[in-house]
């Protein structure tokens, strides 16, 4: 089973490069948020199929399917979408990708761990807030990534020719002017 999504994800990765080449020759839109949605709709997939299998007897010990699932569901989701950056020829949107998938889910660890402390005093409304926190610190890198990090900035503008005129005395009194367009 891991290896069927190991050749999904690099079945996306492939595509994801593919559409860069495309991109690099002018083709191709200015967002590729699909692409990194891909990957965490891969990711997801695995994270769903390693929940199938926690049941399962022996589902804590490294070598058990939900373990194995679940180590590819984090990898895809933490190193996945900064790939794709990689592969649009983005390393610093790559780097802010990375850093905000790890970033969020650890503050979001320590605010879980702080509601959790509180719930032991007795405030259970505490820990029923802690999924919700989860989800959050989790979906949040998704839509960024896809919303906002996986847009192109717009190409800097073209300079255009400008004009100035040259003025050119002529006997008499007469003047005589020329306009001149400079550039393309």
Known sequence: MASTLSRLLLAAAVSTAAAARAQEQGAG???YGYQTLMVDAAAVGAAAIAWSHAG???????????MIWGAVAAAGWLVGPP???VAQGRTETAAHSFSLR???PL???LAGGALYAAGWGGC???LYAIPPLAGVALLTPIVADAAVLSRRPPPPPVPRGGV???????????LFSLAVQFGP
Do not use: N, Q, Y
């Open 83 to 85: 790939l794709v950056h």
């Open 124 to 126: 259970t409304a505490c």
């Open 56 to 66: 399962e007897v022996h589902a804590g010990r490294p070598d058990s399917p939900a």
């Open 107 to 109: 503050v979001a660890a």
């Open 164 to 174: 100035g005129f040259v003025a050119i005395g002529l006997p008499h009194g007469a």
């Open 102 to 104: 790890l970033v969020l």
């Open 29 to 31: 839109p200015d967002w």
